[in-house]
C-alpha cells in the first residue's frame, strides 16, 4: 500500500482516515488479517507507537477488533463498514461544496452539475 | 527512572560554549528525534552521553548512571562519520561486533545483510557510500541495546537508501528502548518520531510530541523547524 502523508496534519488521524478509506473501498475485505503493527508501521514509514493509537482508535470505532492470540482483523459487522462509507460518503460530499461554494457555484446550481455531470457519463 | 536524563549539562570547547544548562528526561519506548541546525550541540550531546566527551557541569545519565563501561555495554552507537576500519570485511566486523558486545545478534546482522545482496566478504573499502552507511547501520540496530544515538543516520544518502535506513529502525528498535536520531534533515525524519527536540545554539528549545505539534500549530515539523531556526 502507498502511504502518503500531508505536511501539518496529525499522522495519527491520517492513518486512520487512510484506514478508513481501504476499509470502504474493500482494499482491507471484513475478516482480513492486518499485519504486526511494527510490520504496519515500516510499511508506512511512520512511528510504531502512532500506528498502534491509530490502530486503537479504529477498534474503538469498531473497525478493528482483537484476537488475544492471533491478532488483529477487519471487523465483519455490517453496520460498522456502512457507517464508515456513509462517513466518507458525507465527507466527500462536504468537500464537493465547500469547493464549488468557493467558487461561487450557489448549492441549486452545484446539485444541478451534479445531475448534469451523471447524464453526462452515462 | 528515565532511561536519558541530562540535568544542566554544560559543554565547552575553549571559550566555545556548545551546550549550556541542558534538562531533557527521556522515557524508554521512544524514537526521539534530536533536531537542530549545524553547529547547535547535536553531536556534542550525544558524544557525551557516550562518554567521548567529558562535561563541564552537569551530568548526562544512562538509565541511571553515568557513561562508562557500564552503559557502554546497553547504548548502541551509530556516529556521523565512517568509524569502521575500510580493509576489514563485512564479516570479520561482524565479529568483531560480536567480540565486543554481548547484545549483538550477529543471525539479525546476517539476515539484514542477505536481504540487501551483499557479499559478506566484501571488504569496505570496495563499497559506495551508501553501503558503507547501511553496514554500519545494521551493525548498530543489531544489538539489543537500550539507548540508540543514531547521528546523522540518513545523511548524504539516496531517497531508497533513506527509506531502507527508516524501515530498519522501525522494525528493529524495542519498546524498551530508546532511540535518538539526530538530524538536520527534518522532512526525512518526522513521520517516524515519536518526540521532537528542538536544540538552538547549545540548549533545548523545544520538547514536545510531533503529532500534538502537527495538531496545535497546524504545522509540520519541518515547517515549525523553519520558523523556529529562521536566518
Known amino acids: ?122 | 527512572m528515565s532511561m536519558i536524563e541530562c540535568n544542566g549539562l554544560t559543554k565547552y570547547y575553549g571559550r566555545v560554549r556548545a551546550l549550556n544548562n541542558v534538562n531533557l528526561k527521556i522515557e524508554k519506548g521512544q524514537i526521539v528525534g534530536l533536531l537542530g541546525p549545524n553547529g547547535s550541540g547535536k553531536t556534542t550531546m550525544i558524544k557525551l552521553a557516550n562518554g567521548l566527551l567529558k562535561p563541564n557541569g552537569g551530568e548526562i545519565l544512562i538509565d541511571g548512571s553515568k557513561p562508562g563501561v557500564k552503559t557502554k555495554s546497553v547504548v548502541a552507537y551509530l556516529p556521523d562519520r565512517e568509524f569502521l576500519p575500510d580493509y576489514m570485511s563485512v564479516e570479520a566486523i561482524f565479529k568483531m561486533y560480536e567480540d565486543f558486545f554481548a547484545d549483538f545478534r550477529r543471525q539479525k546482522a546476517e539476515d539484514m545483510l542477505s536481504s540487501l545482496n551483499i557479499d559478506p566478504a566484501m571488504t569496505l573499502k570496495k563499497m559506495s557510500k551508501g553501503t558503507k552507511d547501511k553496514i554500519q547501520l545494521i551493525l548498530t540496530m543489531s544489538r539489543e541495546a537500550k539507548v540508540y544515538f543514531l547521528d546523522e543516520p540518513i545523511a548524504g544518502v539516496d531517497p531508497a537508501a533513506r527509506d531502507y535506513i527508516l524501515k530498519t529502525i522501525i522494525s528493529n528498535y524495542s519498546e524498551d528502548a530508546v532511540v535518538i536520531i539526530s538530524t538536520h534533515l527534518i522532512a526525512d525524519v518526522e513521520s517516524i518520531l515519536d518526540d521532537v527536540v528542538f536544540i538552538k545554539d547549545g540548549e533545548i528549545v523545544l520538547h514536545e510530541n510531533a503529532d500534538q505539534i502537527r495538531e496545535e500549530k497546524g504545522k509540520s515539523i519541518n515547517g515549525l523547524f523553519r520558523e523556529v531556526f529562521r536566518c
Not at chain 1, 29 to 57: C, F, W, Y
Request: proline content about 3%; glycine content about 8%; hydrophobic content about 35%.
Open chain 1, 1 to 122: 500500500m502507498e502511504w502518503n502523508f500531508k505536511e501539518g496534519l496529525p499522522i495519527y488521524s491520517q492513518i486512520i482516515e487512510e484506514m478508513c478509506r481501504q476499509i470502504a473501498s474493500g482494499a482491507y475485505k471484513p475478516g482480513d488479517k492486518l499485519p504486526s503493527v511494527r510490520d504496519m508501521a515500516a510499511d508506512a514509514g511512520v512511528n510504531p507507537n502512532t500506528m498502534q493509537r491509530a490502530l486503537a482508535e479504529l477498534e474503538r470505532r469498531g473497525l478493528v477488533f482483537t484476537e488475544r492470540t492471533s491478532g488483529r482483523f477487519i471487523t465483519k459487522e455490517e453496520g460498522n463498514l456502512k457507517e464508515v462509507k456513509k462517513t466518507l460518503g458525507m465527507r466527500y460530499v462536504a468537500e464537493l461544496f465547500e469547493n464549488l461554494r468557493k467558487i461561487g457555484l450557489s448549492d441549486d446550481e452545484i446539485i444541478k452539475a451534479v445531475n448534469e455531470w451523471k447524464e453526462g457519463v452515462k
